[in-house]
């Protein structure tokens, strides 16, 4: 049997919105893009996964996903 780590995500767009009082749309969303990418190098090094499973609507995290 193999493991599966899921990774659950929001839009890169939409996601920290809270944070749209400090930072610019463009801000928040190289910000929710690192935090995603530094999720996903994580999930992948972790021992005893196999796959990872992105689970999400957000297109721009199904790209950096694939990538």
């Known amino acids: 049997m193999s493991s599966w780590l899921m990774l659950p995500v929001k839009s890169l767009r939409n996601g920290k919105y809270r944070l749209a009082s400090f930072l610019s749309d463009t801000q928040r969303r190289w910000f929710n ?3 995603f ?4 190098a994580l999930a ?3 021992p005893g996964v196999q796959r990872t499973l992105v689970v999400g609507r ?3 995290c ?4 694939h990538a």
């Open 44 to 46: 992948r090094g972790y």
């Open 58 to 60: 957000c297109l721009g």
């Open 62 to 65: 199904a790209g950096l996903a």
């Open 37 to 40: 990418a530094r999720s996903l």
């Open 33 to 35: 893009s690192e935090l």
